[in-house]
């Protein structure tokens, strides 16, 4: 993008504040919807810079309201809530040189931002080292303050601030900074915990009284002091000593503080099962806790120290949170920060969390998006594609690409990955490959690798350069890691996860052997290390041993030993969802390359097909495993992906059955837009027909209309096309309302969206209008042009949609008068196909040469006039009712070559369709819904139709020649009326 590359000199905080009042001042707070064109306007006239807002515990400079308390309560508030910041896990960082704040740093009022533990006491000679160190503007004048105290007057709360002080030093210089940052300043970075720490002024005078001395500090400065330690990548058996006094003090008197438990949870939360058995034996304190809660911030720390020990607290806990919740929502209006913190709990708490308390909290958020900060958006990031009522997954992009519009200075490379993953159009995935391409050349690649892979995994591009040069640089910098630590693995797993979820998004067109031959020495390597005798070298989870079997699979089959496989059996009782959801996305890599080859999955080499075979034996028998458990609801979305491959491998499995039982016996309040579009999406794979399943859908999507996601009503309609479901009690119109006011979200997807939307009558002027105008038309040709897809079918596909959707407003919508511009296109898939040959046909085409006797029926025909349905059997009768006899002739071409066969004598023309299995649903057999709209279409052009099934013709009842031509005979001279 123009203008991205840009000076990256460090501002100070003077006119970091500076710039963000003037910015500010320019924010409009209103609950505008997302706008796709304004986003990319955007990105074409001006720099898209990162935005140095301030997060969600920078009120002020963010113009929002700040009730007045004390100065303590203050101090406590802005520790509790920046403390439990999960988006940098290494706060503490310092340049290879001093920075300084700015001296002017005052004249703004940043009270707030600065982390202070202790009131001042003018008699405590204590207080006068420690007020100066609220105000300290670099690490050397904390050293310098700390070091001019007399040993007598020092004392732990000097330590104890003086370590905060450094927290907020680096808040101030690198946390209001972007989160990656260019080389010079990932340089400052990447030393500064190595720096504060060989410091001898830090080891004498910081951390040694901290931790010789801790017992004298207060609960605040003790989990404050033990946070900062544990950013500062401290080891366990450095700070055990004060977890041991948190506990000591929990145990003895009435429980640790609020703040100083919410601060021991998150050092608790990444500290694996030893984390989790300190929890634990924290509940009573939690549950108390919960039960006293009652202004924002107590709700606030509430919900944070909930969400880190979400894995040990038990159900009447969270019983008790929701219902103290709910009470108080009704009757107590929370700040914006606090209902992000409260919403992103219930979310991650699943099954638990009630349907309508989290709607009650989004609409809450929605209300408030325009003042959601810079670090809840990225928090909320991870959620849009899940559950979430659509208003409030609008809202957010909303104000996300508000966000962007408002940057004036710095790239924020991870809020327009975010936002971009949502964008559609060839223009705007150019601007966002020029960003990314940018940020790929200007930055360190170690710093925003897992920045920008969202944005490149979404830009969806024919374009391999920017996928080179990203997965090319991956691996030169796993590489360099391996030599500096060649028994390294878990950033070699992490790189094959990522690349494989790749791929699968690209439907496996892209490939990068540099990075696969890398990725499958490493896999093997730690499988071998893990299989050795007599001992293992190496523990692996059951999620990392998902990743490697599925990487393996996915690009190793033919090569991959079976004892690996094997072992799939032993992990698979032990993973997750997604996990098993993983697996299934490296066999659908192995098939995919297959399918593409032109061949049958049974056509792999023995060795893969045992390999695959296996693999999908182990995954079915888990699943329905899995499906008797309580917890059925959790598994059903892994259920479905794990059938598409089965069906794909082996053919139709009975664990379908089986999981739409379970997901029809679930209660309507279990139901949410995600469940519900995954197993529309599991139907329409099969052409699977069930219809109570079909019944609960259509209900909680018309019941549900206004928060639901106008995907999951898209797929809905293409499930309803796709099986020719038809329900009167069904409004198609407001469904097709949702589809229209969202027109610019479906990108192409819209024709098919049209599609639909024709089946049931509701292709409307409006729509016809946006679909059928010559910029729409250009940007189709552009998309193709671009794509990632248009090496395989995909272009092909969108031609034959757009054609069959100019067919459907010509015959269903005469009053928009659309020409017909697709005649060329038919004439060249005739010249290049073949007349439809298969023994039934042949053998309905005898006996109705036998029944009406030579030149009477027309086969294989495909006419203009007709716009080139192709009718199996056509045969026409005069006045008399008797066939008109005529030469068959090849399939015609062009309006010129048709000779009208007398018109005037013809007085009714039948259409007799022959259909394969492939035109029935399964399940429950009835016709799809691309037959019935052909017939439905010949019917207005003229036609009598009538349709033969093998199923009817093949039936016993039928194996008489006499008894099949009485059928025909009853059908074409209508002798069963």
């Not at 079997?549 to 009782?573: G, P, W």
């Not at 837009?673 to 699977?688: D, H, N, P, Q, T």
Request: hydrophobic share 35%; with cysteine.
């Amino acid at each position: 993008m123009v203008g991205l590359r840009t000076s990256w000199s460090r501002l100070s905080a003077q006119r970091l504040l500076q710039k963000r009042s003037r910015w500010n001042n320019q924010i409009i707070r209103n609950g505008s919807s997302f706008n796709p064109q304004v986003f990319s306007s955007t990105l074409n006239s001006q720099r898209c810079c990162r935005l140095c807002c301030a997060t969600y515990y920078k009120r002020d400079m963010c113009n929002r309201s700040f009730p007045p308390i004390m100065r303590e309560e203050a101090s406590q508030e802005s520790l509790s809530i920046s403390a439990e910041d999960e988006n940098a896990e290494n706060l503490f960082i310092m340049d290879n040189k001093e920075l300084v704040l700015d001296s002017d740093i005052d004249d703004h009022d940043m009270s707030h931002l600065r982390i202070k533990l202790y009131p001042i006491d003018e008699s405590d000679p204590q207080s006068e080292p420690i007020s100066r160190l609220y105000e300290a503007a670099s690490v050397q004048e904390v050293f310098d303050i700390i070091s001019s105290v007399p040993q007598i007057n020092y004392s732990p709360k000097i330590a104890s601030q003086a370590l905060v002080s450094l927290w907020d030093i680096q808040k101030l210089l690198f946390k209001l900074g972007p989160i990656f940052n260019p080389e010079e300043d990932i340089r400052n970075k990447t030393g500064f915990i190595e720096n504060i720490k060989a410091n001898q002024i830090f080891k004498d005078r910081v951390l040694r009284p901290v931790l010789d001395m801790h017992r004298e500090l207060e609960d605040e400065p003790l989990c404050a002091s033990l946070l900062a330690l544990k950013k500062m990548d401290y080891s366990i058996v450095v700070i055990e000593a004060l977890i041991d006094e948190c506990l000591r003090r929990n145990r003895s008197g009435p429980g640790l503080a609020l703040a100083g438990l919410s601060r021991l949870s998150v050092v608790l939360r990444s500290r694996g099962l030893y984390g989790q058995c300190i929890m634990g034996e924290l509940s009573p304190t939690i549950f108390k806790y919960v039960n006293e809660m009652i202004d924002d911030l107590e709700v606030r720390l509430v919900s944070i120290l909930l969400r880190n020990s979400n894995r040990v607290i038990s159900e009447t806990i969270f019983k008790a949170y929701a219902t103290r919740l709910n009470t108080l929502l009704d009757n107590t209006d929370f700040e914006t920060v606090t209902y992000c913190k409260m919403f992103i709990f219930l979310l991650d708490s699943g099954k638990l969390s009630p349907p309508e308390l989290i709607h009650k909290v989004s609409y809450k958020i929605k209300d408030r998006a325009s003042d959601i900060e810079l670090m809840e958006l990225l928090s909320l990031q991870k959620y849009l594609s899940g559950s979430l009522p659509w208003p409030l997954i609008e809202a957010l992009m909303s104000r996300g690409s508000r966000v962007i519009e408002e940057c004036q200075d710095r790239p924020r490379i991870d809020l327009i990955s975010y936002v971009g993953t949502f964008m559609r159009g060839p223009l705007v995935k150019k601007r966002l490959a020029q960003i990314a391409n940018d940020c790929i050349d200007n930055n360190d690649f170690s710093t925003i690798q897992n920045v920008i892979y969202p944005l490149i995994r979404s830009l969806k591009t024919d374009d391999r350069t920017i996928y080179d040069k990203y997965w090319n640089s991956a691996v030169n910098l796993l590489e360099k890691e391996l030599v500096l630590n060649p028994q390294e693995y878990k950033r070699s797993i992490h790189l094959a996860k990522n690349y494989l979820h790749f791929t699968h998004s690209l439907t496996f067109s892209y490939r990068n052997s540099w990075l696969e031959t890398i990725c499958k020495k490493q896999c093997y390597s730690v499988l071998d290390r893990y299989l050795k005798e007599p001992h293992p070298e190496v523990v692996i989870s059951p999620s990392e041993f998902a990743t490697i079997i599925s990487f393996l699979i996915a690009f190793d089959q033919s090569y991959m030993d079976l004892k690996y496989i094997s072992k799939l059996e032993q992990f698979v009782k032990n993973m997750k969802a997604l996990d098993i959801g993983f697996i299934v996305k490296g066999v659908d890599c192995a098939l995919s390359k297959v399918i593409k080859s032109g061949r049958n999955p049974t056509l792999l080499n023995r060795k893969s097909y045992e390999i695959v075979s296996e693999a999908c034996s182990i995954l079915e028998e888990e699943c329905a495993l899995r499906l008797v458990r309580p917890d059925t609801d959790a598994d059903l979305s892994m259920v479905w992906k794990v059938l598409s491959v089965i069906r794909r491998m082996k053919g139709d499995s009975p664990l379908l059955d089986v999981g739409m039982k379970a997901f029809t016996s679930m209660g309507a309040d279990s139901y949410d837009s995600r469940k519900i579009r995954e197993v529309c999406a599991a139907l329409m794979s099969g052409s699977y027909l069930y219809p109570e399943a079909m019944e609960l859908i259509s209900s909680y999507v018309t019941k549900n209309l206004e928060h639901t996601n106008p995907e999951t009503i898209d797929k809905f309609l293409n499930l309803t096309y796709c099986l020719g479901w038809e329900n009167e009690n069904v409004d198609f119109g407001k469904l097709a309302s949702v589809i229209e006011s969202n027109f610019d979200r479906f990108g192409l997807g819209i024709i098919q969206s049209g599609l639909s939307l024709g089946f049931h009558h509701q292709f409307r002027r409006e729509l016809i209008d946006k679909i059928f105008n010559v910029e729409f038309l250009d940007y189709i040709d552009e998309e193709i042009q671009n794509t990632y897809g248009k090496n395989n079918q995909y272009p092909y596909r969108l031609r034959v949609n757009l054609m069959e959707l100019n067919r459907i407003v010509c015959l269903d919508v005469p009053n928009a008068r659309l020409p017909w511009f697709h005649e060329k296109f038919c004439q060249n898939i005739i010249a290049q196909g073949h007349p439809k040959q298969s023994y039934l046909h042949n053998e309905v085409q005898e006996n109705l040469t036998d029944l009406l006797g030579e030149g009477a029926v027309q086969s294989n025909v495909c006419l203009p006039h007709d716009y080139y349905y192709n009718i199996d059997f056509v045969i026409k009768f005069d006045h008399d009712n008797r066939p008109i006899r005529v030469t068959n002739r090849p399939r015609t071409l062009s309006f010129s070559s048709i000779r009208k066969d007398h018109p005037d004598n013809v007085k009714r023309k039948v259409a007799i369709l022959v259909l394969s299995n492939l035109a029935f649903t399964k399940n429950v057999r009835q016709i799809k819904g691309g037959y019935k709209l052909k017939q439905r279409h010949l019917e207005i052009l003229g036609y009598e139709v009538f349709t033969i099934n093998p199923y009817t013709w093949n039936s016993m009842y039928m194996s008489e020649l006499s008894a099949k031509q009485q059928f025909l005979e009853s059908k074409i001279f209508n002798l069963n009326k």
